[in-house]
């Protein structure tokens, strides 16, 4: 989810959903140590909780930067071990640390020794095509061991050679009953089930098995569905939320951005999908995308983004 799950994102789709835990994109320790770190770390207090997702291999690193992570106030510092980019592998983290569980489990220990806040890990099931459940089960075992409780658990192996990013999502096969059994067989342990999750019915069928399930861009495609994700999965009460009103607050976030010197279409790009399947929706999109309007005010810029026609069938049916 790198430049996508952006302190804007976070802020919208808190709109959508007040009990859902949400995560950083992956900052690496190098950009924390040697970079901005307000410009990575900065985020909004209604964002809560929140993930920090760091991506590195040297203890020391890590735990430095799961004090910054605690000192600016997130809930959570988690380790990426799931990432199968080239360019990640070269820098030493990602999905290639599942190979080296010793300097994780290290990792895993100096965080812990430094913070209060829990220490996690995102991992997937196996590295290229072995698919020994031995290899995950001494994985989250080692880890077990320096302390680690909370396991996010994307449900298909890393193909570290031979595949894009978006090719390791949706080639290698999904194996659910892998990380079932990692809950069974590690029953004190937090897993959180990840992939290949795109219906409600899917995410309860999953939790009767594991304690969690992550979505990434089904979510961030198909905004509006976390909508009903405090009713039908935290079991609160029904919302009587709209789009209109997330639009509106959207705009008003919108306007402090600006009100601070930052331009608005850094938060507009999250919620283009906000309208998907309703009529208008590609009128609306246009509008929040069309350049020349960016020194327009947002909330003139939602005015006419909202069709006049929403009703025609012609209208309906170009969305």
Known sequence: MMDWTDRHCRTFHRLLTKRARLYTEMVTTGALIH???ARHLDFNAEEHPVALQLGGSEPADLAHCARLAEQWGYDEVNLNCGCPSERVQRGAFGACLMAEPALVADGVKAMRDAVSIPVTVKHRIGIDRSESYDFVRDF????ADAGCEVFIVHARNAWLKGLSPKENREVPPLRYELVYRLKRDFPALTVVLNGGVTTDEQITEHLQHVDGV????EAYHRPWWLAGWDERHFGDVPSALDRDAVEDAMVAYMDRLVAHGEPWSRASRHMLGLWNGTPGARHRRQ???DHRRKADAPAEVSRSARPKDA?????????
Not at 140 to 143: D, E, F, N, P, S
Not at 214 to 217: E, F, I, Q, S, V
Not at 311 to 319: F, L, N, Q
């Open 214 to 217: 992550m979505l990434g861009r």
């Open 140 to 143: 989250v075992g080692t880890l």
């Open 311 to 319: 009703d025609s069938p012609a209208r309906e049916a170009a969305a």
């Open 35 to 37: 970079g901005d770190v």
């Open 287 to 289: 509008v929040w995308s």
